[in-house]
């Protein structure tokens, strides 16, 4: 199994400005996503966070709003950029150990944006 | 269009009663499948999941799901909630042939007393 860390669990924040999420996980793993869900929807994959190169983005995601680090194994960054109300969600880390393995969750960052 | 839907968007059952959640995919291939559980305020909690093998899963907390291929259905089921089983409940796949979690829109299930 993999224990999952975000920071921060929450934030209220004002439009136009930028905040940073942590994900840290107790184990490496190469497999690591980010997830958005917004208020009473499903979960949808924002990216792929690859270690040493570029994330890897779904359709309607883009670098420049939701740019992703991942210095190391254990650790990756979401940034959300110039945010608006309509960014408002639960983000989620989550990690997969091996390919056919079981995919865990973090806690979540639940951002409110005024 | 490859998709993993899960029809029944809020359920209410007794305390004491059976549940039963409906989930279908629309793979080429058979995916791997899986369910998570989502309380309130909580992270996602993996119940169970099917990657081959005997087509009846038994997970945590009491519950299992059927694989039925004909179907192309993976329905998750409880004989007895408890009133602790309230909650978001969601399927989700991994194509054979792709690596992401997609996730069906989520089953809210609520207990009465």
């Known amino acids: 199994s993999a224990v999952i860390s975000q920071k921060p669990s929450r934030d209220i924040c004002q439009r136009g400005t930028s905040l940073t999420i942590q994900c840290q996980v107790d184990?490496?793993?190469?497999?690591m996503f980010w997830y958005r869900q917004q208020p009473g929807q499903s979960l949808t994959l924002i990216a792929t966070?690859?270690?040493?190169?570029?994330?890897?983005?779904e359709s309607g995601f883009v670098i420049d709003k939701f740019p992703i680090s991942r210095p190391n194994l254990t650790f990756s960054t979401l940034t959300v950029s110039n945010m608006s109300p309509e960014d408002s969600s639960i983000y989620l880390c989550?990690?997969?150990?091996?390919?056919?393995?079981?995919?865990?969750f973090g806690p979540g960052t639940r951002l409110t944006v005024l | 269009a490859q998709s993993v839907t899960q029809p029944d968007i809020h359920i209410t059952v007794s305390e004491g009663a059976s549940l039963e959640l409906r989930c279908n995919y629309s793979y080429g291939a058979t995916p791997y499948l899986f369910w998570y559980v989502q309380s309130p305020g909580q992270g996602l909690q993996l119940l169970l999941k099917?990657?081959?093998?005997?087509?009846l899963v038994q997970g945590i907390k009491g519950f299992e799901a059927e694989f039925k291929r004909s179907q192309s259905s993976f329905n998750l089921r409880k004989p007895s909630v408890h009133w602790s089983d309230a909650a978001e409940y969601f399927c989700?796949?991994?194509?054979?042939?792709?690596?992401?979690?997609?996730f069906g829109a989520g089953t809210t299930v609520t207990v009465r007393a």
């Open positions: 989550s990690v997969r150990p091996g390919l056919t393995d079981t995919q865990y």
């Open positions: 099917y990657f081959s093998g005997d087509t």
């Open positions: 184990s490496q793993v190469t497999m």
């Open positions: 989700a796949v991994v194509p054979s042939n792709d690596y992401k979690l997609s």
């Open positions: 966070a690859n270690q040493g190169s570029e994330a890897t983005y």
